[in-house]
């Protein structure tokens, strides 16, 4: 059987992956990348997953790290960008790190060797062409500003590359309820239904007057010259810049404490109040509401921590601030990344709404196996919400709530995306736990679980019968 051959624009690590992946099931591909006939401000060669950051892929403990057990799940599933970090891994403690220009050859030429890929160089100005049939998009944070254009009159999308200053998201079971209450502005009830939707964490004058000067004294992240004419994201000023405002602005927006009620101190109102709202339909994740920052990462988790309540918080993702380019995925893509109103195209990677190099890698590696699925007539379910890719595949595609608005966010692999287990009490002996072994052993369980359902779904899949 002759199959049409699948077009993928961009050889980042998404579309290098997606590529990749879909060859290796006997579907042919054509790969589009404009490097070098057109360079970009971040770039510096023309080799295909070019790292232009960091060389770390992050922790690479499957067992107590979410980035790790993906790292573990992309591994079983066959991918080119696991196999060539691991050939050009370079020591760097627990985290998995590499020789840049190593592993970036050592993809560049699997992907030019690859009997069913043809890599064809220049740009793509403009909307995917028809005729092409089957189309993953894989540019990432740098797309051209003519497909950006393309994207958006396709999409219906007010803008795509943009300031994108994101609030730090806190793993719900690290807050401490015994000093934070959950309640929602005069108890009212939103579309959710739920009069108690926020946690409060309160402070009195004295602590939000340090906490202003905090903001003021952190150390901030730069711009980079090529981003400095990039609009802040729907007028999403970082939490600072409205502190050099004036020291009570905050106090009468994000942290205003009006409508709130501490039951905890029910006679003494808080002078100032931080809110965090669910930002998953698990209920793991919360966001601290208002709270974008372009404060240095470091500086995050000490000011933080010194708000009431938030003294052991364990964060998801911290804050940031950078020039992005990504679509409002749970409102496009349906589960198998398809754009909805033009199912013949499909994202992949940092477009989509995920951060990071592996989490990029990821979602390329699902989309190349689904859209070679369809191409051969085969049927592909998502893996399951258990594993990290499923999960995270569940986020961009509907696990984000939002602020109601139909905002949102990107987001790194975390174990807040899975489902959650009990964590274990005592150990196998009847030794009892304590909490942070507790939280040590739970990630372990989820871990185990995830490889366990992976597997399962990996030979569902090789077993499942092509449809009529």
Known sequence: MTLK?????????AGSEAAWQIAETGVPVVLHEMRPDRATPAHQTGACAELVCSNSFRSDD??????????????????????????????????????????????????????????????????????????????????????????????????LAFF??????????????SIAWRQSRYDKEGPGGDAAAYINCPLNREQYEAFVQDLLDGPKADFREWEKDTPYFDGCLPIEVMAERGRETLRHGPMKPVGLTNPHAPLEKPYAVVQLRQDNALGTLYNMVGFQTK??????????????????????????LHRNT???????????????????????GQITGVEGYVESAAIGLLCGRFAAAAARGEPLSPPPATTALGALLAHVTGGHLGDGR???????????????????????????????ERGRAKKRLMSLRALADLDAWRKAAETEPASA
């Open 62 to 159: 499957w067992e107590y790290n979410a980035v790790g057990l993906l790292h573990e799940e992309m591994r079983r599933l066959g991918s080119l960008i696991l196999r060539a970090a691991d050939v050009h891994k370079v020591p760097a403690g627990g985290a998995l790190a590499v020789d840049r220009e190593g592993f970036a050859d050592a993809v560049t030429a699997a992907l030019a060797t690859h009997p069913r890929i043809t890599l064809v160089r220049g740009e793509v100005a403009g909307w995917p062409d028809a005729d092409w049939g089957q189309t993953i998009i894989a540019t990432g944070p740098l797309t051209t500003e003519t497909l950006s254009q393309a994207i958006l009159a396709r999409t219906g999308e007010d803008t």
């Open 406 to 436: 139909g905002s949102f966010q990107p987001m790194n692999v975390n174990y807040g995306l899975l489902p959650q287990v009990e964590a274990p009490r005592k150990t196998d002996d009847g030794r009892k736990l304590a909490p942070p």
């Open 164 to 177: 994108d200053a994101i609030a730090p998201i806190l793993h719900a079971d690290s807050i401490d309820m």
């Open 295 to 320: 404060l240095k990462h470091g500086a995050q988790t000490e000011i933080f921590r010194r708000i009431p309540g938030l003294g052991d918080a364990q964060f998801a993702r911290l804050g940031g």
């Open 5 to 13: 051959p699948i077009h993928i624009v961009g050889a980042g690590l």
């Open 326 to 348: 990504f679509i409002q995925s749970p409102r496009l893509l349906d589960d198998q990344l398809r754009l909805r109103s033009e199912p013949r195209i499909r994202f992949a």
